[in-house]
């Protein structure tokens, strides 16, 4: 099974400053034939389920705030928000979905 | 509009087996590309991915689940059934269904339900 590991565990960040989480994996999530890494970062608030927020690595999702960006190619990637908002205190997941099992990273909680 | 709607036992007792339905609307399994996974989340933990089906009856489980697990779809009824043998206290978790189309990840997801295991 691919290893997901993210870090920091947890993040406090000053409204209006950057936050950046990381995520590991333990073989390349980069699938050669079409260059694509499958690699997708979710958002989740409490009593709700994940929310895509980037997909293929660095595509935001519609609808997701471009002070959201993802980057990182092979097995390093890394989640940017630019400007913390109160609304983005939540717990941050990277998942891969380049082969079966799907693997979650374990989780980054962000506060303010 | 795409919805998907977990339902089963909220309390199971060790040993037994869970049955989980998963009915959705606004798109079909028998759609090429398109699939269904059951992933859980334990109280305060991150989600763990269990199963998944494809619209052409493909399957895949997670590696250390795979011997208790079992995942079947009914295209007619737009539902997608997960059962989990021989439940233990550390499988008490929301469970969750999930679409992905093609090689997208998991785009839709159902609010969860709450299964416990409990004596």
């Known amino acids: 099974d691919i290893v997901m590991t993210q870090s920091p565990d947890s993040l406090a960040v000053s409204l209006g400053e950057r936050a950046t989480i990381n995520c590991k994996s333990s073989q390349s999530v980069l699938y050669s034939s079409n260059n694509k890494n499958y690699l997708t970062w979710y958002q989740q608030k409490p009593g709700q389920p994940p929310k895509v927020l980037i997909y293929w690595a660095s595509a935001r999702e519609s609808g997701v705030p471009d002070r959201f960006s993802g980057s990182g190619s092979g097995t390093d990637f890394t989640l940017t928000i630019s400007s913390l908002q109160a609304e983005d205190v939540a717990v941050y997941y990277c998942l891969q979905y380049y082969t079966t099992p799907y693997t979650f990273g374990q989780g980054t909680k962000l506060e303010i | 509009q795409v919805t998907l709607k977990e339902s089963g036992p909220a309390l199971v007792k060790p040993t037994q087996t869970l049955t989980l339905t998963c009915t959705f609307s606004?798109?079909?399994?028998?759609?090429?590309?398109?699939?269904v996974s059951w992933i859980r989340q334990p109280p305060g933990e991150a989600p763990e991915w269990l199963a998944r089906?494809?619209?052409?009856?493909?399957?895949y489980y997670s590696t250390s689940l795979k011997t208790r697990l079992t995942i079947s779809k009914d295209t007619s009824k737009n539902q997608v059934v997960l059962t989990m043998t021989n439940m233990d206290p550390v499988d008490t978790a929301t469970y969750y269904c999930?679409?992905?189309?093609?090689?997208?990840?998991?785009?839709?997801w159902g609010q969860g339900t709450l299964v416990t295991v409990s004596s």
């Open positions: 089906i494809a619209w052409d009856d493909a399957k």
């Open positions: 999930a679409r992905s189309p093609n090689d997208t990840p998991f785009d839709y």
């Open positions: 606004g798109f079909s399994l028998g759609t090429s590309g398109m699939r």
